[in-house]
Antibody, heavy 119, light 110 residues
Framework: EVQLVQSGAEVKKTGESLKISCKAS????????IGWLRQTPGQGLEWMGT????????RYSPSFRGHVTMSVDESTTTAFLQWNNLKASDTAMYYC????????????WGQGTPVTVSS | QSVLTQPPSTSATPGQRVTISCSGS????????VIWFQQFPGTAPKFLIY???KRPSGVPDRFSGSKSGTSASLAINGLQSDDEAVYYC???????????FGGGTTLTVL
């Protein structure tokens, strides 16, 4: 059974760092990339970027480039999303989801990690 | 402001047919296939339709998708109360080199 299991809810202060995870199982991890998405009531679903086994292949949406870092650990089949300087506007639900191509993506999703950032 | 345009809401009674539109541009829907997702409150989106009109296993054939030019539609036949959810369209965008989404359509079953 394909599963993407995300780390738990986080409550942070502005300026703090955070790293959330997405543990994949039940499929060939090398055959799929991991996308990260943000969901907020006001902005809906937004693609943040895509993480590949080789970090140099990672793609970031212009809206998030420079503010987050994505990585993958093949040995533990886990993907990570990291912030070094959280802002209140980062308060949202974050999802990981897998994909293989521009025509087949996000067929399985993690359960979501709620992040709350306050001052 | 979402890249793909969907109506914010729609409603219908059980048994009826409902369609949800999704409008994009030449860089996304016009040149790539469309995916539809269904999301219930408090849960992650679910993969509903891919490559414009294909259903993953387990998705009832009451759900169908179509695409023409830079627009796409999701149709639900024989509407049921548990179809009440938010529906999102998505497509790869060649300018962004990543997927873009519609703002979501809330379906209410009256």
């Amino acid at each position: 059974e394909v599963q993407l299991v995300q780390s738990g809810a986080e409550v942070k202060k502005t300026g703090e760092s955070l790293k959330i995870s997405c543990k994949a199982s039940g499929y060939s991890f090398r055959s799929y990339w991991i996308g990260w998405l943000r969901q907020t009531p006001g902005q809906g679903l937004e693609w943040m970027g895509t993480a590949y086994l080789d970090d140099s292949d990672n793609r970031y949406s212009p809206s998030f480039r420079g503010h987050v870092t994505m990585s993958v650990d093949e040995s533990t089949t886990t993907a990570f999303l990291q912030w070094n300087n959280l802002k209140a506007s980062d308060t949202a639900m974050y999802y990981c989801a897998r994909g293989t191509s521009s025509w087949f993506f996000f067929d399985y999703w993690g359960q979501g990690t709620p992040v709350t950032v306050s001052s | 402001q979402s890249v793909l345009t969907q109506p914010p809401s729609t409603s219908a009674t059980p048994g009826q047919r409902v369609t949800i539109s999704c409008s994009g541009s030449s860089s996304n829907i016009g040149s790539n296939s469309v995916i539809w997702f269904q999301q219930f409150p408090g849960t992650a989106p679910k993969f509903l339709i891919y490559t414009n009109d294909k259903r993953p296993s387990g998705v009832p054939d009451r759900f169908s998708g179509s695409k023409s030019g830079t627009s796409a539609s999701l149709a639900i036949n024989g509407l049921q109360s548990d179809d009440e959810a938010v529906y999102y369209c998505a497509a790869w965008d060649g300018s962004l080199n990543g997927p873009v989404f519609g703002g979501g359509t809330t379906l209410t079953v009256l």
